[in-house]
């Protein structure tokens, strides 16, 4: 299962974001066509860290953009998506394990057309075994 696979299915998983802002309103990648509010979500890039006999730990760097029309509403759902990942576990199978994901970066901002985005930053750090690298 992929990284960003993970984090929808945690998404879904949870009650309480889910109510706020469905599973099905998640994207990953950009969605031009879709009205307000959902969210998105980017990988920005990945780096290797080190390689070892057993394998390699690599660093992800994930933003999730959430665009809601109403500030407070969106602020709660910002701080639910950060309360859901910081910190998590997530099932990678058995050849990837995720070894942190932290939220590094948070911010808003009100568009001219009064759509607020709401960004946040994720560092995810794995260990992939050299099996699964062959």
């Given at each position: ?20 802002l469905s ?30 006999n ?5 660093e992800?760097?994930?933003?999730i ?5 109403d500030h ?6 910002a ?14 199978g ?25 960004t946040?930053?994720?560092?995810a750090?794995?260990?992939q ?6």
């Amino acid at each position: 299962m992929t990284l960003e696979q993970s984090i929808h299915h945690r998404w879904a998983a949870s009650s309480e974001l889910n109510a706020l802002l469905s599973s099905d309103r998640f994207f990953t990648g950009r969605s031009l066509s879709t009205a307000a509010p959902y969210a998105t979500l980017a990988r920005e890039r990945t780096r290797p860290l080190s390689h070892t006999n057993s394998g390699r730990f690599e660093e992800t760097l994930l933003r999730i953009h959430l665009w809601h029309p109403d500030h407070d509403l969106g602020q709660t759902i910002a701080d639910h998506i950060e309360a859901v990942f910081d910190g998590c576990a997530l099932d990678l199978g058995p050849q990837v394990r995720l070894t942190s994901i932290r939220c590094t970066e948070r911010s808003n901002r009100r568009h001219d057309d009064g759509l607020w985005q709401f960004t946040l930053r994720f560092t995810a750090r794995l260990f992939q075994s050299k099996d699964h690298l062959l």
